[in-house]
């Protein structure tokens, strides 16, 4: 895959998480977060919207937006 290949994928990517994180139905069991970095991948983090402190930091996914492509274009 080329670098511009690469980066439109990672654009589209960041776009849906960002629209899933802000327009979040509240109902829903998952809460999604990206996080914004100067100097490494910005990273996503899901995790229970509504979690018991104590399972707190050990109940939630993240991931590198570098690591995720868009699902439409790999099939």
Known sequence: ???SSHDSDGHAVRRRLEAAATDA???SA???VVVHY???SDRCTIAPRECPEEERT???LSAD???VVDLAAVR
């Open 38 to 40: 100067r100097n490494q």
């Open 65 to 67: 937006l570098s690591a």
């Open 1 to 3: 895959m080329s670098k």
């Open 58 to 60: 050990t109940t939630w």
């Open 25 to 27: 139905d509240p109902s």
């Open 30 to 32: 998952l809460e999604c």
